[in-house]
């Protein structure tokens, strides 16, 4: 305003003062074009300073877009180049648009080879391996949501790898692809496809694969051809585990496999059925003499000793043999006549082979009725104890007794204990039993004369799968028997099997004042090994050495040679089996500590104890003499 009013103040000094009319109007034209031009000019600050404003907003937002989009194709290359998988993109001409650093890795490329561009086909050529073809081939193209295709391609590396890529193929061409190295996860896959058909430790078919095998070869026989089964198990193998180890015993399985591979040739099928169990399949003519000669081979095969270091290890082997069509055309009731005859094998004193005959079959049939039978006796209390005396030469008295087991079936009445004691050591049931027999025989002779003993016989299997010490002192304490006037009676076959565990818990029984007695002896292999490893208090020598003693000179050679080889160790020796008169002046002539056997008595009932051990013994040893 001041400076409009200085310029009309100049306008009026320059044309005087009476201004002409029109003066006046080009003064305040003048005076309107200043003041539009001057609103003009602001307006135009205006907008020239907002559009500043807005290209500093602007450039700012470019400069934090532009910083937020490096950011995040940092972020993209951290996680492209983290990913435990391959990937990579292809354009319609199929060029590399884009790969990781993984993918690199997997086929070996170098940087300058996946430049963006790079050609599939060119990428192709380096790689170090070959593609398998199968995959493509095999690989139906599965449809996806825009209409691409999804197909595999396998690459057999130079290195021992296979890598697996899943290509997406879009529907303009391009293609994303993901790339993976299966080769741990392919031998996984194959590892168990194959464990579930073969033995993990001697690498042979299992039960499941020969048993598919058994049925093919069944399906496939001629006419006029014979399939033949054997069913082999290693006998007492499992002394081998307790004595040596279990990584020992698996070492001697693989060992056997082998010489049974080879010695069932190309032709046969061997499988590995279980623990210590296998089978051979043998197919063709000639039957039954091919594998009764294949039965020998295998018998002297495993005879020979297996070594573990300098150890020699000796095994034997019972065989059950089955002959289709004869014995079977159906593959389970081929597999089971084997079985039946391996177990009759075992039966028969194992380290031999038995034909399946129907005969076996029917023995069978009583054996599982005598099996369900003998379950039911534990726990209906069917057993009772007979007690066979024990008589001291010298003092000319009974001594003590031994406790002898009886099964009073309800049905079958009495049962031989030739019959049930090894199937009860099967089944695991002598631990039950042979636990009621130890109190039952320690109750029994707490009501005797406190100078007679009681002997019971005791199981190899009550020193693995029960808790005999533990047996031993309840039914001492519930007794109240002197443990003294205990004897425990065990077989060589302890030692053999269970070597390891029965030896502290023999010491043990010994160090509580029971008598510990070798049974049977002479009647094994290792007898006299055994009485070196443990003090026994008595040698009992088998009745099979004392039949003969009278007219047989060897026989009773035998018997003095044991008899003063006790006396050297400081053992007492018992004579089983003692039948007359002429056996019991032999073996008083030898200073023969104790006889047993039925020239003294039979095994007797409980309640005629008291009147054996009333009876005047004396009379009997001078008639015997």
């Not at 990913?83 to 319609?92: E, H, I, K, R």
């Amino acid at each position: 305003m001041e400076a409009e009013a200085l310029f009309r103040e100049q306008c009026a000094e320059a044309l005087g003062h009476h201004p002409s009319t029109e003066g006046q109007r080009l003064v305040d034209l003048v005076v309107d074009t200043c003041k539009q031009y001057a609103t003009r000019r602001r307006d135009v600050e205006k907008r020239a300073s907002a559009t500043q404003d807005d290209n500093e907003l602007l450039q700012g937002a470019l400069s934090s877009a532009t910083e937020a989009l490096s950011e995040q194709k940092r972020l993209l290359e951290i996680v492209l180049n983290h990913l435990p998988l391959g990937l990579s993109v292809f354009d319609t001409d199929q060029k590399l648009i884009l790969c990781n650093i993984r993918f690199q890795q997997l086929f070996g490329f170098d940087e300058k080879d996946v430049a963006p561009g790079a050609t599939m086909r060119s990428l192709i050529a380096r790689i170090a391996g070959t593609e398998m073809p199968e995959t493509r081939q095999t690989t139906e193209p599965r449809d996806i949501s825009d209409g691409g295709r999804i197909r595999r391609r396998e690459w057999s590396l130079n290195d021992g790898r296979l890598i697996q890529s899943v290509v997406t193929v879009l529907p303009d061409g391009s293609n994303i692809s993901i790339h993976a190295d299966v080769t741990a996860d392919r031998k996984a896959a194959e590892r168990i496809a194959f464990l579930a058909h073969h033995d993990p430790l001697t690498g042979l078919p299992n039960r499941l694969s020969f048993r598919g095998r058994v049925e093919a070869a069944l399906s496939a026989r001629k006419a006029d051809e014979a399939i033949a089964l054997v069913h082999l198990n290693l006998d007492r193998f499992k002394s081998v585990n307790n004595t040596l180890g279990v990584a020992a015993g698996d070492k001697i399985l693989r060992q056997v496999a082998e010489r049974l591979r080879l010695t069932a040739g190309e032709g046969n099928i061997l499988a590995r059925l279980g623990s210590d169990e296998f089978a051979i399949l043998q197919c063709g003519r000639q039957q039954p003499w091919n594998v009764t000669a294949l039965a020998e081979q295998i018998r002297r095969e495993l005879a020979e000793p297996f070594f573990r270091g300098e150890k020699a290890v000796e095994l034997s082997v019972s065989m059950g043999i089955a002959i289709s069509p004869q014995d079977g055309v159906d593959t389970d009731v081929l597999l089971k006549h084997a079985g039946v005859a391996l177990s009759h094998a075992k039966t028969a004193g194992r380290r031999g082979e038995r034909f399946f005959t129907n005969e076996m079959e029917a023995q069978l049939e009583v054996r599982h009725t005598l099996e369900a039978d003998l379950r039911k006796a534990v726990a209906n209390h069917e057993f009772e104890l007979n007690y066979q005396p024990l008589f001291d030469i010298g003092a000319q008295r009974i001594c003590g007794f031994e406790a002898l087991l009886r099964w009073n079936h309800p049905t079958r009445g009495r049962v031989s204990p030739v019959d049930f004691i090894p199937l009860a050591e099967e089944l695991g049931l002598i631990v039950d039993i042979g636990r009621w027999v130890l109190l039952q025989a320690c109750t029994d002779a707490a009501g005797w004369s406190e100078d007679v003993k009681v002997a019971v016989n005791v199981s190899a299997i009550q020193f693995t799968h029960g808790n005999l010490p533990e047996d031993i002192a309840t039914a001492l304490t519930t007794s109240g028997l002197a443990p003294e006037r205990l004897e425990i009676e065990i077989t060589e076959s302890v030692l053999m099997e269970n070597r390891e565990e029965a030896l502290p818990i023999l010491h043990a029984l010994k160090q509580r004042g029971l008598r510990i007695a070798m049974d049977d002896f002479g009647t094994g292999y290792s007898s006299l090994s055994y009485l070196s490893s443990f003090p026994f208090d008595k040698i009992k020598i088998d009745k099979s050495f004392v039949t003969d003693i009278v007219e047989n000179r060897e026989a009773f050679a035998i018997i003095r040679a044991i008899i003063l080889l006790g006396d050297a160790l400081g053992m007492r020796v018992t004579v089983e089996g003692v039948e007359t008169g002429e056996q019991l002046a032999l073996l008083e002539q030898e200073a023969c500590d104790e006889i047993q056997g039925y020239h003294i008595s039979p095994p007797r009932p409980l309640a005629e104890v008291p009147k054996l051990l009333s009876s005047g013994w004396e009379t009997r040893g001078a008639k015997a003499s």
